[in-house]
């Protein structure tokens, strides 16, 4: 009988002590994470909220590190905590991570399925331009001409869209990018026949926006390709 009684005040003490040490542990990794902050410390900041949710499960933690995860670009790191399935329980935040990372992934169809449930709770002329990206990467030029439509329509003269694929990132109206896009959608409706209908849209972009370097190289590519089938 006192052998028992010892076994169970030992027990019980090494409970004491492991949850002592957690309790520790959290507040060493909290003053920890605090301090990163103040440091402006990103990698700090994601091991001491790594520690953190292991110690200390928290689905609202766990959402703050996939975000910082993608600020970094880190994708794949914010996938495998959030995961890559729609989920009817996911917040507007895991929905968004999850569609910019397998966006920049190049998963285009799993990242529309992301942006579509984005879209249907928020529509936005900057979700619709997301979408409309993707589905002329997808040949689905029908969904993308709606979500054209409905940007262009709902689009004010203040908003804007960034692109990076000069040395120099650069801003054009999102009106702009969404002639571009649908200058880019007439074409792949047909490359042998369009080229003419998509460059004047380009050019119309180009009129809205002088600085769209895209559109611009897009008028050079898409002349360049006419040339070619003529010189056939």
């Known amino acids: 009988m006192n052998k028992i009684k010892y076994t169970i005040i030992l027990a019980f003490a090494f409970l004491q002590m492991q949850s002592q040490n957690t309790s520790d542990l959290l507040a060493h990794y909290k003053a920890y994470y605090s301090q990163m902050q103040k440091l402006g410390d990103t990698q700090g900041i994601i091991n001491a909220m790594n520690h953190l949710i292991i110690l200390e499960p928290n689905i609202k933690r766990q959402d703050s590190l996939a975000y910082v995860y993608v600020l970094e670009g880190k994708h794949r790191q914010a996938l495998s905590l959030l995961g890559i399935e729609a989920n009817e329980f996911d917040t507007d935040l895991e929905s968004e991570i999850k569609a910019i990372s397998l966006k920049t992934l190049n998963e285009p ?27 002329i990467q997808t040949d689905d030029l029908t969904g993308a001409s709606l979500n054209i439509t409905y940007g262009m329509a ?16 650069y801003q054009v109206s999102l009106v702009a990018g969404f002639v571009y896009l649908k200058a880019i959608a007439k074409f792949r409706e047909n490359p042998k026949t369009n080229h003419d209908d998509s460059i004047a849209l380009l050019e119309e972009a180009l009129l809205l926006a002088p600085n769209f370097n895209l559109a611009a190289i897009a008028i050079d590519a898409i002349r360049g390709q006419k040339e070619s089938l003529v010189t056939e």
């Open 109 to 135: 169809l799993r990242a529309i399925e992301h942006y579509e449930a984005l879209y249907k709770r928020r529509p936005s002329p900057v979700l619709a331009y997301e979408l409309a990206d993707l589905k």
């Open 154 to 169: 709902n689009s004010t003269t203040d908003m804007m869209k960034a692109y990076y694929e000069a040395q120099t990132p």
